[in-house]
Nanobody, 124 residues
Framework: QVQLIESGGGLVQAGGSLRLSCAASGGTFSAYTIGWFRQAPGKERAFIAAISWNGDRTYYPDSVKGRFTISRDNAKNTVSLQMNSLKPEDTAVYYC?????????????????WGQGTQVTVSS
Protein backbone atom coordinates (compact mmCIF):
# COMPACT_ATOMS: atom_id res chain seq x y z
CA GLN A 1 0.00 0.00 0.00
CA VAL A 2 1.46 3.31 -1.06
CA GLN A 3 1.77 6.04 1.57
CA LEU A 4 1.99 9.69 0.63
CA ILE A 5 3.48 12.81 2.21
CA GLU A 6 2.66 16.34 1.08
CA SER A 7 4.95 19.36 1.26
CA GLY A 8 5.33 22.84 -0.18
CA GLY A 9 2.50 24.69 1.47
CA GLY A 10 2.84 28.16 2.90
CA LEU A 11 1.57 31.72 2.96
CA VAL A 12 1.25 33.58 -0.34
CA GLN A 13 -0.44 36.76 -1.51
CA ALA A 14 -3.39 36.66 -3.86
CA GLY A 15 -2.19 36.30 -7.43
CA GLY A 16 0.91 34.43 -6.37
CA SER A 17 2.02 30.86 -6.97
CA LEU A 18 2.95 27.77 -4.97
CA ARG A 19 4.17 24.34 -5.97
CA LEU A 20 3.09 21.41 -3.82
CA SER A 21 4.80 18.04 -3.82
CA CYS A 22 3.50 14.60 -2.96
CA ALA A 23 6.16 11.96 -2.22
CA ALA A 24 5.35 8.26 -2.12
CA SER A 25 6.76 5.33 -0.20
CA GLY A 26 5.77 1.68 -0.25
CA GLY A 27 3.67 -0.01 -2.90
CA THR A 28 4.11 0.49 -6.65
CA PHE A 29 3.69 4.22 -7.12
CA SER A 30 3.51 4.06 -10.91
CA ALA A 31 0.46 1.80 -10.74
CA TYR A 32 -1.74 4.45 -9.15
CA THR A 33 -3.77 7.41 -10.20
CA ILE A 34 -2.85 10.25 -7.81
CA GLY A 35 -5.32 12.88 -6.75
CA TRP A 36 -5.11 16.18 -4.91
CA PHE A 37 -7.86 17.39 -2.60
CA ARG A 38 -8.29 20.30 -0.26
CA GLN A 39 -10.29 20.96 2.85
CA ALA A 40 -11.10 24.37 4.25
CA PRO A 41 -12.34 24.78 7.85
CA GLY A 42 -15.95 23.75 8.17
CA LYS A 43 -16.12 22.39 4.62
CA GLU A 44 -15.97 18.95 3.04
CA ARG A 45 -12.86 17.64 1.36
CA ALA A 46 -12.95 18.81 -2.26
CA PHE A 47 -11.31 17.30 -5.34
CA ILE A 48 -8.93 19.58 -7.25
CA ALA A 49 -6.82 17.42 -9.58
CA ALA A 50 -5.98 13.88 -10.66
CA ILE A 51 -3.35 12.34 -12.91
CA SER A 52 -3.27 8.88 -14.45
CA TRP A 53 -0.62 6.30 -13.67
CA ASN A 54 1.61 7.34 -16.58
CA GLY A 55 0.67 11.01 -16.70
CA ASP A 56 -1.18 10.90 -20.03
CA ARG A 57 -4.52 11.98 -18.56
CA THR A 58 -5.41 14.72 -16.11
CA TYR A 59 -8.68 15.91 -14.63
CA TYR A 60 -9.58 19.18 -12.94
CA PRO A 61 -12.79 20.74 -11.67
CA ASP A 62 -13.80 24.09 -13.15
CA SER A 63 -12.79 25.88 -9.94
CA VAL A 64 -9.07 25.36 -10.63
CA LYS A 65 -8.92 24.57 -14.36
CA GLY A 66 -6.40 26.84 -16.09
CA ARG A 67 -4.75 27.83 -12.80
CA PHE A 68 -3.55 24.50 -11.37
CA THR A 69 -1.41 21.91 -13.14
CA ILE A 70 -0.73 18.40 -11.91
CA SER A 71 2.30 16.41 -13.06
CA ARG A 72 4.23 13.34 -11.98
CA ASP A 73 7.69 11.83 -12.12
CA ASN A 74 7.45 8.09 -11.62
CA ALA A 75 11.24 7.76 -11.51
CA LYS A 76 11.23 9.93 -8.37
CA ASN A 77 7.90 8.68 -6.98
CA THR A 78 6.53 12.20 -6.82
CA VAL A 79 3.52 14.15 -7.99
CA SER A 80 3.51 17.94 -8.12
CA LEU A 81 0.72 20.49 -8.12
CA GLN A 82 1.64 23.87 -9.60
CA MET A 83 -0.82 26.49 -8.39
CA ASN A 84 -0.91 29.88 -10.11
CA SER A 85 -3.13 32.94 -9.77
CA LEU A 86 -4.01 31.94 -6.24
CA LYS A 87 -7.11 33.38 -4.60
CA PRO A 88 -8.05 33.72 -0.93
CA GLU A 89 -10.69 31.04 -1.47
CA ASP A 90 -7.89 28.59 -2.29
CA THR A 91 -6.92 28.67 1.38
CA ALA A 92 -7.15 25.14 2.76
CA VAL A 93 -5.21 22.08 3.84
CA TYR A 94 -4.12 20.24 0.70
CA TYR A 95 -3.90 16.44 0.57
CA CYS A 96 -2.75 13.88 -1.97
CA UNK A 97 -3.98 10.29 -2.17
CA UNK A 98 -3.77 7.21 -4.42
CA UNK A 99 -6.47 5.49 -6.46
CA UNK A 100 -6.03 2.05 -7.99
CA UNK A 101 -8.72 2.54 -10.66
CA UNK A 102 -7.81 3.22 -14.32
CA UNK A 103 -10.40 5.96 -14.69
CA UNK A 104 -9.85 9.35 -13.05
CA UNK A 105 -12.29 10.02 -10.25
CA UNK A 106 -13.18 12.91 -7.99
CA UNK A 107 -14.72 11.09 -5.04
CA UNK A 108 -12.50 10.91 -1.94
CA UNK A 109 -13.89 7.42 -1.25
CA UNK A 110 -11.91 6.05 -4.22
CA UNK A 111 -8.61 7.10 -2.72
CA UNK A 112 -6.28 5.66 -0.08
CA UNK A 113 -2.89 6.39 1.42
CA TRP A 114 -3.77 9.92 2.47
CA GLY A 115 -0.96 12.12 3.69
CA GLN A 116 -1.15 14.46 6.67
CA GLY A 117 -1.79 17.48 4.47
CA THR A 118 0.01 20.77 3.90
CA GLN A 119 -1.49 24.17 4.72
CA VAL A 120 -1.91 26.74 1.98
CA THR A 121 -2.94 30.24 3.02
CA VAL A 122 -3.64 32.95 0.45
CA SER A 123 -3.87 36.47 1.79
CA SER A 124 -5.91 39.18 0.10
Amino acid sequence: QVQLIESGGGLVQAGGSLRLSCAASGGTFSAYTIGWFRQAPGKERAFIAAISWNGDRTYYPDSVKGRFTISRDNAKNTVSLQMNSLKPEDTAVYYCAADGHYTLGSSPSRYDGWGQGTQVTVSS
